[in-house]
């Protein structure tokens, strides 16, 4: 019980057992006694510790079988919580399938899976996302989904969850590819989900989108959607055609096609390695294949250890602002780390001058549920005092530190992704960091001049106004077709 207590803690909240190996590792299986009695213990050290298990893959061995359990706590309060950015090239299905696993029911055909999902009239209209949306997909104790028996109400999916994901929707088209950005940096995603649309194949936006997942380092899987149109042979080429993409030098993954409900476990156990990429097949208007999807949804475990974070300073992004009536100010962003509660005075900035404001949290909302206090990890709205509506800018943070620092100039080590011709002194991207977007000049660069795949240290000087960066921050800089990573390593004063 004291180990399950640690790998628990060590998980997050979940972890995964197999019965039926050797002290060498070596995978013999169990009777059928010996598993009915293993399970019986399993079971009973499970009540103890607030949790249940669930049998995920069951494998035939040399004298019995092997068992796989995924053990998950259920006394919990927040439930399991983890995020995943939806990406994938304009129509391939981001927010119908999104659509559909929310609202627990099939697409019709003709935009009915969207029309849950959608934020404005225009992209129901093109049936085109063009910006950055947040839903829940809730699994209960025994691996169900939540959002199959209700309507879809956040704060009902929350509280009835014990394990919560966080689907974030990002705009597939090139022309909001600014959108996609933010969106993919303010909301640290533990994974990427790729939508790809198995009439069309791996096209448009789709190697774009698995380049940004592979240098933020963010573990993706695969997702073929419109099995229900597209002809087998069509099918085989395109699939043929995205597996040869995951193969390529500096790709470098593992596809691993997921056929049958022991494959959910064998995907989901490798998925934060990073390495092996699951690859689905399903149709949003069948629903074929979104059985084993759900299912592996249920497995994956987090990736961020967020309770390491915890002990941090107050630190939260602002993603949105509202003007709620009778309220007042409203600012939303992901805690990224420490803690705050209701009445708590903490600090926001910078403004264009560069200074921080005391501000006072009236009251805090965590998918749509009232609480008291809100930890790192989660996406949180704040009513504030002090502040008016046309002040707040998104990229400003919410921090608890005493003497926070806005700065115009910061040194960074960067990689130039791709550029048509060369860079130097000079040049004017915009950097991506969390959710700050604006322009930087480039007033120093330890090499003359820069081409794809270069790598140097270089100074950029925010073109507009100061912001809170931190040594270590990671930021994406684009300018037209040019694009490159780069991380903060100090802040020039």
């Not at 035939?60 to 995943?84: F, H, N």
């Not at 790709?251 to 691993?256: D, G, H, M, S």
């Not at 300073?313 to 803690?339: A, H, Q, R, T, W």
């Amino acid at each position: 019980m004291t180990q399950l207590n640690y790998r628990l803690n060590e998980g997050g909240g979940e972890a995964f057992y197999e019965l039926g190996i050797t002290d060498d590792g070596i995978p013999v299986g169990l009777t059928d006694e010996e598993a009915s009695e293993s399970l019986a213990i399993i079971e009973k050290i499970t009540e103890r510790l607030g949790a249940k298990f669930m049998i995920v893959r069951k494998e035939k061995a040399s004298r019995g079988y092997v068992y796989e359990l995924l053990i998950r706590r259920t006394l919990d309060v927040p439930p399991i919580q983890l995020s995943i950015a939806l990406l994938g090239n304009v129509d391939a299905g981001k927010s119908t399938l999104k659509g559909v696993l929310i609202s627990g029911s099939l697409d019709d055909g003709d935009g009915l899976a969207m029309s849950q999902v959608a934020r404005y009239l225009h992209e129901l209209k093109y049936r085109r996302s063009s910006s950055v949306s947040h839903h829940i997909l809730g699994f209960d104790d025994a691996g169900a989904s939540v959002n199959d028996t209700l309507s879809y109400n956040e704060a009902e999916i929350y509280l009835r969850s014990s394990k919560v994901i966080t689907l974030v929707d990002l705009a597939g088209h090139e022309r909001y590819l600014r959108t996609t950005l933010k969106g993919i940096m303010g909301s640290l995603p533990d994974y990427a989900a790729i939508i790809v649309s198995a009439n069309a194949g791996p096209i448009g936006s789709f190697r774009e989108h698995l380049g940004i997942s592979l240098v933020l380092d963010i573990p993706i899987f695969i997702v073929m959607t419109k099995l229900d149109i597209t002809p087998k042979e069509v099918l085989k080429r395109n699939l043929e055609s995205l597996i040869g993409i995951l193969k390529l030098p500096g790709v470098n993954k593992i596809p691993f096609l997921v056929k049958a409900e022991n494959d959910c476990a064998l995907a989901a156990r490798n998925m934060p390695h990073g390495r092996v990429t699951p690859i689905f097949l399903v149709s949003n208007v069948t629903g074929e294949g979104l059985d084993l999807l759900k299912r592996f949804l249920n497995m994956i475990p987090p990736r961020i250890n967020w309770s390491e974070r915890l002990g941090g300073k107050f630190l939260s992004y602002v993603d949105e602002k509202f003007n709620v009536s009778g309220v007042g100010l409203v600012l939303s962003g992901l805690i990224e780390s420490g803690s705050i509660s209701v009445g708590q005075k903490v600090l926001l900035g910078p403004f264009e001058d560069g200074s921080f404001r005391a501000v006072r949290v009236k009251s805090i909302h965590v998918n749509r549920v009232n609480v008291e206090r809100a930890n790192a990890g989660q996406f949180a709205t704040f009513a504030v005092t002090n502040v008016d509506y046309d002040e707040v800018r998104k990229g400003m943070v919410l921090v608890d530190d005493s003497r926070p620092s806005a700065v115009r100039v910061f040194r960074a080590r960067v990689r130039v992704l791709h550029h048509p011709t060369t860079i130097k002194v000079g040049y004017e991207p915009v950097i991506h960091l969390k959710t700050i977007r604006q322009p930087a000049k480039l007033i120093d660069s330890s090499k003359q001049y820069l081409r794809t795949g270069d790598v140097a240290e270089v100074v950029f000087k925010f073109m507009i106004r100061p912001e809170y960066v931190r040594v270590g921050d990671q930021f994406v800089f684009r300018e037209g077709r040019t694009k490159g990573i780069g991380e903060v390593i100090s802040l020039v004063e």
